[in-house]
């Protein structure tokens, strides 16, 4: 909230960032971390679409694939053995939710 001159208040919708699993009533797992070969997304119940977007330290895509429900059930392999060592955000987003988690290639 911010005050004016006059004292009157203004402010702006909070928003907030949770560690861990969604509030889209969709658990998501990323393992192994740290890894060099490949990572697996483990959706707890069958997504019907998900979009897996791979972005590098400078916001750039590295990797991107969307899976749905015929080509997985709960499981999405990604191969990152190409990709140069480092820290990457994994965009995870279905139609219940999108989450973020923290990727490092060693």
């Not at 004016?4 to 907030?16: E, F, H, K, Q, Y």
């Not at 969307?66 to 997985?72: P, R």
């Not at 059930?73 to 994994?90: E, F, M, P, Q």
């Amino acid at each position: 909230i911010q005050f004016d001159n006059n004292g009157l208040s203004s402010g702006s919708p909070t928003i907030s960032i949770t560690r861990g699993e969604s509030s889209g009533g969709t658990p998501i797992t990323v393992s192994p971390v740290p890894s060099h070969d490949f990572i697996e997304v483990t959706f707890q119940s069958a997504a019907n679409i998900a979009q897996l977007t791979l972005f590098n330290t400078k916001g750039q895509i590295a990797l991107k694939r969307t899976v749905d429900s015929e080509s997985c059930s709960k499981n999405v392999r990604l191969d990152i053995n190409r990709l140069v060592a480092g820290v990457y955000l994994l965009q995870i987003q279905t139609e219940e939710a999108s989450i973020i988690r923290k990727i490092v290639v060693n």
